[in-house]
């Protein structure tokens, strides 16, 4: 079983509109939670990190949360843009040895 | 600063032939690591290496592969007598040190087929 679960595996929203991604984790010990955006083709840029006192940290129209006494982090995303269409990955990082989600695949349409 | 360099970005390999995938860390970055990504899944770790040195080869599989990381020049991932099942992207990250959060800066990847 994977150790970090995302949700949904992908999703479609109108321009302009908000979406909260999720990501549930059994990685132990933990040292901090990432959350990366990956273009199709691109490697993964970072957007987040946080560590275990933190519970939300914001990039611009991104803001992720963090609970990790239920292991459960979100990534929400504001007024979508068409260029916010992506990939967009947890990676929990336990002992300096990163484990990754699959991505939540998202599509935004005009 | 120039990010983090990977090539080829595409190479075509015919079973059997040796792969050879080269990435340049960020300048200033000593440590790297290295990812796999299937189709249809998340990147899984292979290596982590410090120069002239392989600090945790754990995601590697067993025959085949290597990695090296030299005093001078990029780091080297080797697959010999490539298979269908090697068909994936590759990607390296580098990072400044250890120790905290250390952010991974991931580069472009390389796409390997086989044919």
């Known amino acids: 079983k994977n150790q970090v679960e995302q949700s949904p595996q992908s999703l479609i929203i109108l321009e302009g509109k908000n979406c909260t991604l999720q990501?549930?984790?059994?990685?132990?010990?933990?040292?901090?939670l990432r959350w990366y955006k990956q273009d199709t083709g691109r490697g993964p840029v970072s957007l987040t990190i946080?560590?275990?006192?933190?519970n939300t940290k914001s990039n611009g129209r991104y803001t992720a949360t963090l609970d990790a006494d239920t292991k459960q982090s979100s990534l929400h995303i504001t007024a979508s843009q068409l260029s916010d269409s992506a990939s967009y990955i947890c990676?929990?990082?336990?002992?300096?040895?990163?484990?990754f989600g699959k991505g939540n695949q998202v599509v935004v349409i005009p | 600063n120039a990010g983090v360099m990977q090539n080829p970005r595409h190479l075509v390999r015919r079973r059997g032939q040796e792969a050879r995938l080269r990435c340049s860390p960020m300048?200033?970055?000593?440590?790297v690591y290295w990812y796999r990504q299937l189709p249809e899944e998340g990147l899984k770790f292979m290596v982590y290496?410090?120069?002239?040195?392989?600090?945790?080869e754990s995601g590697m599989p067993k025959e085949r592969f290597s990695a090296e990381f030299p005093k001078e020049g990029p780091s080297i991932l080797r697959i010999q007598q490539v298979v269908r099942g090697d068909s994936a992207a590759y990607f390296c990250?580098?990072?400044?040190?250890?120790?905290?959060?250390?952010?991974?800066?991931f580069g472009p990847g390389t796409r390997l087929t086989v044919l």
């Open positions: 990250a580098s990072s400044p040190r250890t120790g905290g959060p250390n952010e991974q800066f």
């Open positions: 990501c549930n984790y059994t990685v132990s010990p933990f040292s901090n």
């Open positions: 946080m560590t275990f006192s933190e």
């Open positions: 990676v929990v990082d336990g002992n300096n040895r990163l484990a």
């Open positions: 300048k200033g970055h000593s440590h």
């Open positions: 290496l410090q120069k002239e040195n392989i600090i945790d």
